[in-house]
């Protein structure tokens, strides 16, 4: 890892990651992106394994990494706790075709810090790679909606931007969606990935300032 980047990492693990019971609506959404009824995962910067477990718990095929050895023993350690049979792996996410040859279903990147402060194309194209011709890869970061600095995001991206990066990227953009825990009622957490609530949290997350999430839905699309 390049200093800066251990940098950032040291300050996410130190500020520790939020999760929230409502976090299981997102996970079944997210599978519903795909048809089978066992969608192969690949969770990228699995951290601790949150979402792995609830992708787990929900019926899929899960393989985790991350490249943090600490993270990584953690979540290997909870797969009890969790009766789980996710894969956990140390990785290094700058390198997925060394360690995977198979395609996924859904390729999932939640607050991935490899692309916190540099949307890296060539890196991201390795992954579009790994999807299978139905795959859906995710892609959920901060934004600057509301033009603040969310605390733990050292870059929040504002929507143009990520869309400017996946449009030249070999890919399509199938949905975009403005999603956080806790910036609406508890009611509408289950609707978790739709136009509606990407509008009510664009309105809420204006009117008070809170932060939220940007959610890409993309499509390997081989421009060659
Ligand atoms: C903000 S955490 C997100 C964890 C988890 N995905 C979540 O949403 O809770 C970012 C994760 O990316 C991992 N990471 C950073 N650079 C990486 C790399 N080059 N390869 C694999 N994982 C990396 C970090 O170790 C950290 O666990």
Redesign the pocket.
Known sequence: ?KLA?KII?SL?IKKG?K?YPEDKYLIENILKLSKKECPKIL?????SG??SFLFDKYGAKVTA????KF?IEKASEKKKEHNSNAVFLI????FPERRFSEKFDIIFM?????FSTNLNKEIMEKYLSLLDSEGKLVFAHTTNLNGLVRETGPKNYRVEDVKKFFESSDCKIEKIYFYDRHVIIKILHYFVLNEFSTKMHILISKMTKLPCSLIFIVKFDSKL
């Open positions: 890892m980047d990492h996410y990651f999760y969770d990228v910067g699995c951290g949150h979402y990494f991350d490249i943090d993270l990785a290094d996410g700058r939640s607050g991935f810090s490899l």
